[in-house]
């Protein structure tokens, strides 16, 4: 028999059409034999138990409207409740003068065919089990009743029969199950797929944006730097102003098609890491190596508290490309005059690194779309700095493939705090 967890989804399946239908064909079958007791015997047992079911069973349609009854509970209800009342009549009609057997057991058998098989498909496989117990109890007592005397080869006859019956019903049930998991599980591809081409055509609009505008920035101002830089009535000092100027947008054209690629890169899932342990101590030290001219040029006081025995297990790009994005976001958004510090320590079952400013800081609009790994609108420096929005949604998601958490605390007007914690490492004690 099938697992009750295998029929979750077919259970809750089952419509009211269903329900419907067959507690209809119940009352119907009923109150046709209600009638024939009648004409019979008038206001007789047997009518007044057709009377008493029917009512019984409208109360159920009530109930299953009123949520207080499943559909699958009460067809079950509604088939049992039409076997027990034929069973429980038996040695009643007995009794009574002239009865005649044979009628009496074909439609008890006819009965326990449709009922083992509707209950078979429409409820749990474990209910035919029972249908058919219950059909060798009344074999048995019409084979040792005395007052029976009845043919044992047609009473094996429909044993098999109602056997059968049963058997297809449970194997129309599993076919059944069988055909709602796969549908289920193509309705859960097909959502999937469609997740994915949502953030495939997000992906598509952001790249296109950034190409389009942030990509060309740094070569425009490149371009007109180097119009004026023809100039030759300009002095040296304006020379070197304009060097500087250069080399700034030079500095942040790379950096941002660094970016470009280590997001593409993200979205694929075929590209070779080169992993091996670094130093994370070079990491940081290399990253603000970068942004010494942005750091100059506000003044910045750079603390660092750096634990030189940490080697993280990663890609080196990967570890370069987060350290990168975390002290751009600190210097960006920093004043003049401002401190950052970059700490980083061993605990013992993780190293952490954490990236302070008391800059700008940021609301909770900003902070809940960064934790959820999208591109935000770029925002402009304190030194109005210009941005992709692309380093925090690439460093959240290189940290999430990292197997590593990254948290952030941010205040408005009090500056940030962002905390990165790695798993995969080694203390190097030769330091």
């Known amino acids: 028999m099938m697992k009750e967890e295998n029929l979750e989804d077919y259970r809750q399946g089952v419509s009211s059409y269903a329900f419907n239908l067959t507690v209809a064909l119940v009352i119907l079958v009923i109150l046709i034999d209600a009638w024939n007791d009648y004409v019979e015997g008038g206001f007789s047992f047997f009518f007044l138990k057709h009377m008493v079911h029917s009512v019984v069973l409208f109360a159920l349609i009530g109930l299953e409207r009123f949520g207080r009854v499943t559909k699958v509970n009460g067809i079950a ?9 034929i069973m429980l009549s038996i040695p009643v009609r007995f009794e009574k003068p002239g009865f005649e057997f044979e009628p009496l057991f074909l439609k008890v058998e006819m009965t326990m065919i449709i009922m083992a098989f509707a209950i078979g498909v429409m409820v749990q496989s474990y209910h035919i089990v029972i249908m058919i117990l219950l059909n060798m ?7 040792t009743s005395p007052v029976v005397d009845y043919p044992v080869q047609k009473l094996l006859f429909y044993f098999f029969l109602v056997n059968g019956t049963g058997y ?23 959502a999937e797929t469609n997740v994915r081409l949502q953030k495939v055509n997000a992906f598509k609009d952001d790249l296109l944006r950034i190409i389009g505008h942030d990509v060309r920035t740094p070569f425009v101002q490149l371009d007109g730097l180097l119009r004026v830089w023809e100039d030759e009535d300009l002095s040296e000092e304006e020379r070197k102003f304009m060097k500087s100027a250069m080399q700034k947008a030079v500095s942040q054209g790379d950096f941002l098609l660094q970016n470009l690629v280590k997001w593409t890169q993200t979205e694929a899932i075929d590209i070779q890491r080169h992993i091996e342990y670094i130093s994370l101590e070079e990491c940081v030290r290399s990253s603000l190596n970068l942004f010494e001219p942005f750091i100059l040029e506000k003044k910045l006081s750079v603390v660092l508290d750096l634990d030189g025995r940490i080697k993280v297990l990663t890609d080196s790009r990967l570890m370069e490309t987060i350290c990168r994005n975390l002290i751009s976001n600190a210097v960006k958004f920093s004043h003049v005059g401002d401190e950052i510090k970059v700490v980083t320590h061993a605990e013992p079952d993780s190293i952490v690194l954490q ?41 959240y998601r290189l940290i999430d493939q990292m197997g590593g958490k990254i948290s952030v605390h941010s205040e408005k007007g009090k500056g940030t705090v962002f905390k990165v914690v790695l798993y995969d490492f080694k203390l190097d004690n030769s330091h």
């Open 77 to 85: 209800f509604a088939i049992y409740s039409v076997v027990f009342s």
């Open 137 to 143: 109890l009344f074999l048995v007592f019409c084979f």
């Open 168 to 190: 297809i019903g449970y194997r129309l049930h599993v076919s059944f199950v069988n055909l709602g998991r796969k549908l289920s599980s193509a309705n859960t591809l097909v």
């Open 355 to 395: 990236v302070w400013d008391n800059g700008v800081g940021m609301n909770d609009l900003q902070k809940s779309a960064i934790e959820d790994k999208t591109i935000m609108k770029s925002t402009h420096g304190t030194s109005n700095e210009k941005g992709s929005g692309l380093g925090l949604a690439i460093s």
